[in-house]
C-alpha cells in the first residue's frame, strides 16, 4: 500500500498538487530543495514551522483508522507512506516505511546528525554541535536520495504483494510513483483510490474514484462482514 497527501486531506492538511492542493503560496517544486535552502534557510524554515504547527493541531480522519485496523485482517500488510506528517502512526498503523521522512525530526544539512529540538525559531536557525552546520527539516527534498533501506523495503514488499493500494498520490514523484507499477507488473491486483484521475489510472485493475476517508471505512466493513460470515461457517 502506498499513500500519499491525499490521505491526510480530510484531517486538514494541504496537499502538494491537485484542486485542494498548495501549501500556500509555495510549491514543494520551489522549496523543497536544498537549493532554496541554502539560497534563503530562513523562508524554508518558516514554510516548514507553518506546516508544522498545522500539523500538530490536526488529527487522524476515518481512512487513517480505517487502514490501521485493516491490517488485521492481513497476513502482511506494509504501508508505504510519502508523507511526513506521521498521522498514519497516531491512527495504530505499525508497519509504516516512512519515504520522505517525518517533519518532527531535524538534522544537520552537513553531517546528518540528528538535532533533538523539534520547534525552529526560522529567524534563529541552530547549529549543529558536531560539526557547526544549519539545522534542517528531517525530509526528503527533490534530488535528494530517499532513506535506502525505507526505500528497499518498500520496492521488496512491492514485489511480494498480492494486493496493493495505491491511496491519495498524484502519482508523479519517483521513485515512489514507481512502487504500484512495480507491484502489478510482479502480479498484485492494483487498486487506486483517489477522487481525481493520475498515470496510475489507466494501469489500476480497480479504480475508486472517491475520497479515502469516506471509502476506506466502508471497505473495512465490508471485510469485518465477510469476516464473520465465513467465522459462521
Ligand atoms: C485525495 C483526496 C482524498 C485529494 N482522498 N485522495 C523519474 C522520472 C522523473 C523524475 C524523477 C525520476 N526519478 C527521480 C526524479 C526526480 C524527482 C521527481 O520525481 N520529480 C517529479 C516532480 C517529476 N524525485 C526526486 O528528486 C526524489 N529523489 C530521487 O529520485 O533521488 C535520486 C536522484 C538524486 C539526484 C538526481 C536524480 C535522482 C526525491 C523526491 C522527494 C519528494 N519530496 C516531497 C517533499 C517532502 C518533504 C515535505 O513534505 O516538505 O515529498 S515533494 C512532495 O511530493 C512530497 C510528497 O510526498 C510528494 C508526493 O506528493 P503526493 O503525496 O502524491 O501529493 P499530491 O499533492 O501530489 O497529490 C495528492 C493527491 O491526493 C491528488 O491526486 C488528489 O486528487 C488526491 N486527493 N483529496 C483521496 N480526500
Ligand atoms: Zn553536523
Not at 487498486?191 to 489500476?204: G, H
Request: proline share 6%; aromatic share 8%; hydrophobic share 40%.
Amino acid at each position: 500500500m502506498l499513500t500519499g497527501a491525499g490521505i491526510s486531506a480530510e484531517s486538514g492538511v494541504p496537499t502538494f498538487r491537485g484542486k485542494e492542493g498548495l501549501w500556500g503560496k509555495f510549491r514543494a517544486e520551489e522549496l523543497a530543495t536544498m537549493e532554496a535552502f541554502l539560497r534563503n534557510p530562513e523562508i524554508v524554515w518558516e514554510w516548514y514551522s507553518w506546516r508544522r504547527k498545522l500539523i500538530s493541531e490536526v488529527q487522524p480522519n476515518p481512512g487513517h483508522f480505517a487502514l490501521a485496523e485493516l491490517a488485521d485482517y492481513f497476513d502482511s500488510f506494509t504501508l508505504v507512506t510519502q508523507n511526513v506528517d506521521g498521522l498514519h502512526r497516531v491512527a495504530g498503523s505499525t508497519d509504516i516505511l516512512e519515504l520522505h521522512g517525518n517533519i518532527n525530526r531535524n538534522k544537520c544539512v552537513k553531517c546528518e546528525a540528528p538535532f533533538d529540538e523539534v520547534d525552529i525559531d526560522p529567524a534563529r536557525i541552530p547549529k549543529c554541535k558536531g560539526c557547526g552546520g544549519s539545522i534542517r527539516p528531517d525530509v526528503v527534498w527533490f534530488g535528494e536520495m530517499l532513506p535506502g533501506e525505507v526505500i528497499e523495503a518498500a520496492f521488496r514488499r512491492s514485489e511480494e504483494a498480492d494486493l496493493f493500494f495505491s491511496i491519495g498520490t498524484s502519482a508523479i514523484v519517483h521513485p515512489a510513483a514507481s512502487l504500484p507499477m512495480t507491484a502489478r507488473r510482479c502480479g498484485a491486483t492494483l487498486v487506486e483510490i483517489n477522487p481525481e484521475e493520475t498515470p496510475l489510472s489507466n494501469l489500476a485493475d480497480i479504480r475508486i474514484g472517491a475520497p479515502s476517508g469516506e471509502f476506506l471505512p466502508k471497505l473495512l466493513d465490508a471485510v469485518k462482514a465477510r469476516k464473520n460470515q465465513s467465522g459462521q461457517g
